[in-house]
């Protein structure tokens, strides 16, 4: 797979723009686990390599659990996770694929049970933010890990 432009190098004050904005969601309400457990679950269903493959590592640099990681994709089956990270991840899927009729009334219900309305107003803005990286380095063929050394992630140490 080779790259089909690099986006950020032609709209450089948009990319500026959008990284200033994923900034703000780090000083958000939700915190940073769950943050990275959203990014690697859409990013697993927008099929992006490259911000699967970026996310996965930055959760690896701060701790997370390679059982977990591994689980993300089977988050229902899997007893890994809190039911306030059940509740993210369920959030997260249906704003990433949004259906005909929108999001169901049984999954905005349980993420009340288990987050405040500014959380769920942060969380939405943050998956809104990974579904539009994705979208770019799906669209451009973004090399996964050709960005490693530039953003830290080559300290990740997999098997």
């Not at 690697?40 to 992006?48: F, K, L, T, V």
């Not at 690896?60 to 977990?68: D, M, Y």
């Not at 049984?106 to 539009?132: C, H, P, W």
Request: aromatic share 8%; proline share 3%; charged share 25%.
């Amino acid at each position: 797979m080779s790259q089909r432009l690099n986006a950020f190098a032609q709209s450089p004050e948009l990319f500026k723009k959008f990284v200033e904005f994923g900034m703000l969601l780090k000083s958000g309400a939700i915190e940073q686990p769950i943050l990275r457990l959203v990014e690697i679950r859409a990013s697993q269903i927008n099929g992006c390599g490259f911000c699967l493959d970026m996310h996965v590592k930055d959760a690896k640099i701060h701790g997370e659990g390679e059982l977990r990681l591994h689980h993300v994709a089977i988050w229902r089956e899997s007893g890994e996770f809190s039911p306030r990270e059940r509740a993210c991840l369920a959030w997260t899927e249906a704003l990433t694929t949004l259906g005909a009729q929108g999001v169901p009334d049984e999954i905005y219900e349980r993420v009340r049970t288990q987050l405040s309305e500014k959380e769920i107003s942060d969380l939405s803005f943050a998956i809104m933010a990974i579904n539009g990286w994705n979208r770019l380095n799906v669209g451009f063929r973004t090399v996964p890990g050709s960005a490693d050394k530039a953003y830290g992630l080559d300290k990740a140490k997999f098997n």
